[in-house]
């Protein structure tokens, strides 16, 4: 008897071994239009085991073999499919999953359920969902919709400023189908360029970034297109009260193939016409934006797919006066442009690659010219960044709980921070200077994934990057560790560590409202900024009334920010001291200073996915403070985007198909700004201006030429010294929704911003008063520019 419990012993590990497996994947899309979809759940019953769909709608589980298996494929806001299979073979299963007609589509979802995910501070949400929400002018916005999430803040009111976790808008990593967008404003950054129309899905990363992401310090949006639908030919568009959309969809060969094409337009220059006409004046003056997306798509197979997909949008303001012997004009546009190629490939049916190569570029421009008698005076200024990407990444899934990643990155950045040229008959010497810099950026990446018995799952890894630019090269190690545990049923606690590094840098002039932000690769002199961030927190889902509740706690150190020096203007920097090397830096170095940032806070959200009610509050408690060597005396000051308190409410009743409500409510502390602590006057200051313009750079200018006034001048203190008033307003929207024949619906909103009509500041400013004995009061006074505004919009879907 011993021999033969000793021989069995021998012979298990051999008979475990032997044990073969075989593996079901396939790609997962929505029925009607062949859709691929994204964190689709993929349950293996009988192993109590699974896995969710990538980026691409790919999914694929290695299991022993079995008689048959039970596979249950659900999505939230689609009907879960369940299939019994025999698992004696590798099974290449393609699924198409069916939109539910009574189900709520989810509002803000994470990729996966928090107790199967090792992803913190991950969120996702759709077009559908950015569509529900009311919004300024009617015009649902992406952006406007994050900012409603805790951890994001908005610049100022009808900004579109986005500060994460204390980063500025220069530190959130902003991309379109992988190519990356340098400024994602539009109107001045009252609204973003993504199009609802075009958009699938974006997702907010701010915290424990995957090693395939990098390049910026504090967030990841991440915005992908429409692929268009393979099966038959629809479209949606609608009209507001300044835009109108459209968009359209179909089969280029049915169930292979498929096209997307969206387009988007202003009509503000056409609108403020006849307001100019009663002014009775010479002046004319337009502004307008417009975008336009479209993707094709083409299905080589089941084991080749290829993507191309590209975006162009632009900004434009004009505008021309003739002012006695005096003729002006003057504008300003600004335009981004994308251009993406993917290829999917499937080595075998554990092994997902992708290959893309990625365009991407942005260019502002300004322009002003002045006639006088014979004179004349031109200048132009330009400035913008290109990037040229070549991307591949694999994805090797060896079970259902161990997957791993690896892939790489290549750019060439093409910086183009100044360029400047002066034209004036006055004068022929007319300077002219043009700055130009090539940067490339190397980056290799991988990433391990291992569940330990549905209790303690870990994600580590690591991202070595590399930046060379004018013969110097950084090297920036980037380790990164997420961190699971699953405290009990449905409560899981989370941490998660990551090192960033950000070779480029924005110029940004706080005091200038427009979008003269300069793009600059760090150099000799100016190192990449880099942060550290660790954050802790917690998970619970409650099941029966789809709440889930999360609380984070997070810290951020940041070095080698930069900002500009006191007094320093983008404007003329480049042209007055050339593009000359001066004491080894060139001029624009010359005008900045670095220095370092710390930020820390707490994060709740809690929120309902599903029934008739719907949304979420968020609330964050967060400190921001910055250090320079030159600005305000070396000292650490809270940085303007500092608040302390951060609260949103959003909620959304569809009571049937017919009517959906939505409300939101925002409340913020205020901004800290930097205003004067003492004014005085001072006469002949307009000479200096005078002096310059003749003196530095040959230019005569009717305008300030031989001017004598008084002038007040302002003595400041310390950075970022008063705080302005608590923003906060109440938004309420209702959707009438009609359904016609031949499927053609039809989408009445209406919807009430800031419904208490509160007065929020925009921006401070110090006014004078003249008094009754003719002396000057100096006093603070705030512009207010949106009280209670009432939209209405007209959308339909065929």
Known sequence: MKKIVFAVILTLPLIVFSQKKYTVSGYISEQGSKELLEGVSVYIQEYGTGTVSNTYGFYSVTLPERDSITIIYSYVGFTSDTLKVSFHSHQLLNIGLLQGLNLKEVTVRAEKPASETVQMSSIKISAVEVKS?????????????????????????GTSGMYVRGGGPDQNLIILDEATIYNANHLLGFFSV?????????????????????????????????????????GEGGIG??????????????????????????????????????????????????DLNAKLNYDFGDKNKLYVSGYFGMDKFYMSEKDYDINMKAGLFWRNGTGTIRWNHLFSNKIFSNLSFIFSDYTMKIYTQEKYDKDVFNMYYK??????????????????????????????????????????????????????????????????????????????????????????????PEPRLNLSYNIKSNL????????????????????????????????????????????????????????????????????????????????????????????????????????KGWSYGMEFLVRRTLGKFSGWI??????????????????????????????????????????????????ASGNAITMPESIYYQEGMNEV??????????????????????????????????????????????????????????????????VYNHKNPFFYYTGSEVNDDGTYTQKLKQICIFPIIPSFSYNFQF
């Open 133 to 157: 929400i009311p919004m300024l002018l009617g015009e649902k916005d992406v952006f406007k919709t994050l900012m409603l999430l805790p951890g994001v803040q908005s610049g100022t009111e």
């Open 194 to 234: 993504f199009n609802g129309d075009a958009v699938k899905s974006v997702e907010l990363i701010k915290g424990g970034f995957p090693a395939r992401y990098g390049g910026r310090l504090s967030s990841i949006i991440d915005v992908n297109m429409k692929e268009g639908n393979k099966s038959s030919y629809h």
């Open 241 to 290: 009260l300044i835009a109108a959309h459209a968009m359209v969809e179909g089969p280029i060969v049915k169930n292979k193939s498929s096209f997307m094409v969206s387009a988007r337009r202003t009509y503000l220059d056409v609108l403020i016409q006849p307001l100019l006409k009663l002014t009775e004046s010479d002046m004319t003056a337009g502004y307008f934006f417009y």
């Open 383 to 476: 400035s913008g960044i290109r990037d040229y990407s070549l991307k591949y990444d694999v994805t090797y899934i060896l079970s259902p709980s161990h997957s791993f990643f690896i892939g790489g990155v290549f750019t060439l950045h093409e910086f183009r921070p100044s360029t400047l040229m002066i034209e004036s008959t006055d004068t022929t010497d007319n300077p002219s200077q043009s700055i130009k810099i090539n940067g490339l950026e190397y980056a290799l990446y991988a990433e391990d994934e291992i569940n330990i018995r549905n209790k303690f799952k870990i994600n580590p890894g690591i991202r070595l990057g590399m930046f060379s630019v004018r013969g110097k090269t950084y090297f920036s």
């Open 492 to 595: 899981d606690g989370i941490s998660n560590y990551a090192m960033m590094y950000q070779n480029i840098h924005l110029l940004s002039s706080s005091n200038i409202g427009l979008p003269t932000d300069l793009w600059v690769p760090s150099t000799n002199n100016i190192k990449p900024q880099r942060s550290q961030q660790i954050a802790l927190g917690i998970v619970y889902d409650w099941k029966k009334p789809h709440l889930s509740f999360s609380l984070e706690g997070y810290y951020k150190k940041m070095d080698h920010m930069i900002a500009y020096k006191e007094g320093t203007s983008f404007l003329f920097m480049d042209i007055v001291d050339g593009d000359l090397p001066k004491n080894g830096k060139l001029a624009w170095e010359e005008s900045i200073t670095t220095g």
């Open 618 to 667: 968020g609330y964050t408690l967060s400190w921001t403070q910055q250090q320079f060597d030159e600005l305000n005396f070396g000292k650490k000051f809270y940085a303007r985007y500092d608040r302390r308190h951060d609260i949103s409410v959003v909620l959304m009743y569809s009571p049937n198909s017919k009517i959906n409500l939505s409300l939101t409510w925002v409340y």
């Open 689 to 754: 201006l005078t002096s310059f313009m003749r003196n530095k750079l040959g230019i005569f200018n009717p305008y300030i030429d031989n001017v004598h006034e008084m002038n007040f001048v302002e003595s400041y203190g310390e950075r970022n010294n008063v705080r302005m008033k608590a923003f906060h307003h109440l938004d309420v929207g209702i959707q009438f929704i009609k359904t016609h024949k031949r499927n053609w619906k039809s989408i009445w909103e209406l919807s009430i911003y800031n």
